[in-house]
């Protein structure tokens, strides 16, 4: 299972489309609210998610975890002990940990991206702690992909859909989207 968190401030662009790429790849999805299954995202917009953070519980289903930006969404994603325990155990059971535009700040705060070449969106540089920074619009390192902002959301998508469906699957897909 792969999960996506959203919390109210979630840049909306980031979290949808990330996750219509993952579903268009036919990758098994969970959206995970954080203090609700409906949030507010950073523009206005209301996105209903599966469930609730709090009453799902991470375990050996858990493929990857992926933490859209947005303010203050990265920042009520990042204080969530709930979305805390869930990175925590990808961490520890080295599963893919993504994260885009202000996200990959909880990553560098976590020490995560400690050795590891990560990008985000302007000005959360220093947030990247112990991290090279590349300038680039998507990067992996090891089982971490970051990516920059919502101008890069589908690629990011398509990145994360390489790493369980392949490369051919994500370029189909990138292909019938009209690229």
């Known amino acids: 299972m792969i999960y996506v968190f959203m919390a109210d401030g979630t840049e909306e662009v980031e979290a949808v489309a990330t996750i219509d790429m993952l579903r268009r790849a036919e990758l098994d999805v969970m959206t995970l609210g954080i203090g609700s299954q409906m949030v507010?995202?950073?523009?206005?917009?209301?996105?209903?998610?599966?469930?609730?953070?709090?009453?799902?519980?991470?375990?050996?289903?858990?493929?990857?975890?992926?933490?859209?930006?947005?303010?203050?969404?990265?920042?009520?994603?990042?204080?969530?002990?709930?979305?805390?325990?869930?990175?925590?155990?990808?961490?520890?059971?080295?599963?893919?940990?993504?994260?885009?535009?202000?996200?990959p700040s909880v990553l560098g705060h976590k020490g995560l991206l400690k050795g590891k070449k990560a990008t985000c969106f302007p000005g959360f540089e220093k947030e990247l702690e112990g991290a090279e920074f590349v300038d680039e619009g998507v990067v992996m390192d090891g089982n971490i992909i970051t990516a920059k902002g919502a101008g890069v959301a589908i690629e990011f998508g398509l990145k994360i859909a390489e790493q369980f469906a392949g490369k051919d699957e994500a370029d189909k897909i990138y292909a019938s989207i009209q690229k």
């Open 40 to 103: 507010v995202g950073s523009h206005g917009i209301g996105l209903v998610c599966d469930a609730d953070v709090k009453n799902i519980q991470p375990d050996e289903t858990l493929q990857a975890v992926v933490i859209p930006g947005g303010m203050p969404g990265t920042l009520n994603i990042e204080k969530n002990q709930h979305a805390q325990a869930f990175i925590d155990y990808a961490d520890e059971h080295s599963k893919l940990i993504c994260a885009i535009c202000a996200a």
